[in-house]
């Protein structure tokens, strides 16, 4: 049996778009009267840690009430001809519910939590349980915050993503502005020769050499995609 190509996958908020989640760069990217910018930040938390909890209770709840599009399912059912392996910079779990089992994620997860305290120990929340609160504490004592990477943090998962996309076969963006560096920096480590596709209804000002562009929204993109990496 030949050995599976490997499809390394960047996806970005555009992906979830067709579920009903905002992207952070179109309108509706606002939460209230806050720009994600302003409540997403370290800053933020240290001048108002129940505002952040708050935010991301929200983000989760509406999370909760969404479920994966046309776009995640295609992706997941790639699985059976390709080694599929998506690097999301997505906090939402909406890959995972549609199947698919090799995602990182370069900027957290909204439905875990993680410690304070010095061991950043990473907790799970779940479909009944999925808030936090000031006092919400780990076993050790300290206070629980959301597990994101926020603006102005490092971006652990980095090193283990850039190894990824040096072995792709294939690289695939689908619905990022590729605006937000480290991530938009990861196109550049796609070994020469390699075919690089982009799906995004909009314009994606992403220069360099050949790019197979597929100018639809993830859904439809992702229909147009699998047909033409299937006759391979
Ligand atoms: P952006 O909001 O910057 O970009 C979303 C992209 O999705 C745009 O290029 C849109 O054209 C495209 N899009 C819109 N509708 C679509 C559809 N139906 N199908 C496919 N694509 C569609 O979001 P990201 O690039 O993901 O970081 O933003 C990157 C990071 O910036 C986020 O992970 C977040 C944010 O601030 C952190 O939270 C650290």
């Known amino acids: 049996m030949s050995k599976q190509k490997k499809l390394v996958v960047l996806t970005g908020a555009g992906m979830?778009?067709?579920?009903g989640l905002a992207t952070f760069r179109g309108a509706g990217g606002l939460w209230g009267e806050h720009r994600v910018e302003d409540v997403a930040t370290p800053e933020a938390w240290y001048r108002d840690a129940k505002l952040v909890l708050d935010f991301y209770n929200y983000r989760r709840?509406?999370?909760l009430s969404v479920k994966p599009n046309a776009g995640h399912i295609a992706?997941?059912?790639l699985e059976k001809d390709f080694n599929v392996q998506i690097i999301t910079q997505?906090?939402?779990?909406?890959?995972e519910r549609a199947g698919?089992?090799?995602?990182l994620h370069l900027h957290g997860e909204l439905m875990k939590v993680r410690s304070t305290g010095p061991g950043e120990q990473v907790y799970d929340l779940t479909e009944n349980n999925y808030e936090t609160h000031l006092g919400d504490k780990c076993p050790y004592g300290y206070q629980l915050r959301p597990h994101?990477?926020?603006?102005?943090?490092?971006?652990?998962?980095m090193e283990n993503?850039?190894?990824l996309v040096e072995q792709a076969d294939i690289f695939l963006i689908i619905g990022t502005s590729m605006q937000v560096y480290p991530a938009a920096g990861l196109i550049h480590y796609v070994k020469k020769d390699v075919p690089i596709y982009l799906i995004d209804p909009n314009e994606v000002g992403v220069h360099g050499r050949g790019i197979h562009v597929i100018k639809k929204g993830a859904g439809e993109g992702m229909k147009e995609f699998s047909k033409l990496v299937r006759q391979g």
């Open 16 to 19: 979830s778009v067709e579920s």
């Open 61 to 63: 709840k509406e999370l």
């Open 75 to 77: 992706l997941a059912e």
């Open 90 to 95: 997505n906090v939402d779990d909406l890959h």
């Open 100 to 103: 698919s089992t090799q995602v």
């Open 148 to 157: 994101i990477v926020w603006f102005g943090e490092a971006v652990p998962e």
């Open 161 to 163: 993503a850039i190894s």
